[in-house]
């Protein structure tokens, strides 16, 4: 018997016991288990939708870093209702797909059955200044003010220099940036939209911020290096809050002179 704060009394059972047979409440129904997912871990990328989230997500968070804006008061959490620990050896067993990411793999999607279930790279988010040596050889999202750009055409080389909060970051574009295989468009072609990226920062300094994923090598807080593979990791905002989804879209501007 239990006894509420009320003062009325009700019976229940103990939650470790069934009811017994000549109970009213006894079923000899099993109550459904719930379905859980095991996953392979492969090395690939990351799909073009998953690239899209994580830079509008990015995006989202520098500006509300650059331009808070005073939320209203939240009311009291309620407390969650403690989540039951499922029965792996009875329920439902269904794969699924964990990608550790490799750039120099694809994600082809066609590849899996249909309903697959995938878990797709963690990019944590760091500012500069949030940068430790914690996050050497982690898959990164991050935003620098642009301030200087070098580029090396006959290496396929480039460097996008910058800072945030006072922390220096140099972003290397290596090889692999520039090549057709994981940008959809030629090298040649990258530089050009480099280049015009290159004269406007000259002309404009401290207007525009690069928002990107990125890797890690080994950390080193006083020469910080990230490493972008992929042209469509990156995404723009100016200061007056103009958003580029991409290098193609703020090159067009520029040359438009719409930024």
Known sequence: MNIRSTGKAYLSKHKGYKHSESCVYYTDEEKSVRSFTEYKVINGGISDDGILRR??????????????TEKE???????????????????????????NYDPNEQLILDDFEE????????????M??????????????????IEKIVLNPRKKYGEIRGSFENVYV?????????????SRINASELFDQLTILKRYIEK???RLYLITLCQSQ??????????????????????????????????????????
Do not use: C
């Open 115 to 126: 309903g697959t279930k995938f878990k797709e790279p963690y990019f944590q988010e760091r």
């Open 218 to 259: 080994k950390i080193e807080l006083d020469k910080i290096q990230l490493y972008i593979w992929r042209s469509n990791f990156l995404s723009f905002l100016t200061k007056n809050r103009q958003k580029f989804r991409d290098l193609r879209e703020l090159t067009l501007s520029i040359v438009t002179r719409h930024i």
């Open 73 to 99: 008061k939240s009311t009291p959490r309620k407390r969650k209702t403690p989540i039951m620990t499922r029965n792996k050896a009875s329920g439902e067993r269904k794969q699924g797909i964990k990608i």
């Open 55 to 68: 830079k509008n997500e990015g995006l989202k968070s520098l500006e509300e870093y650059l331009y808070p």
């Open 170 to 182: 140099t972003l290397i574009l290596p090889e692999a940036f520039f090549s057709e295989s994981t």
């Open 128 to 145: 500069p200044h949030q940068i430790s040596e914690k996050d050497s050889q982690k898959n990164l999202r991050t935003s620098i003010l």
């Open 204 to 206: 404009n300094p401290n």
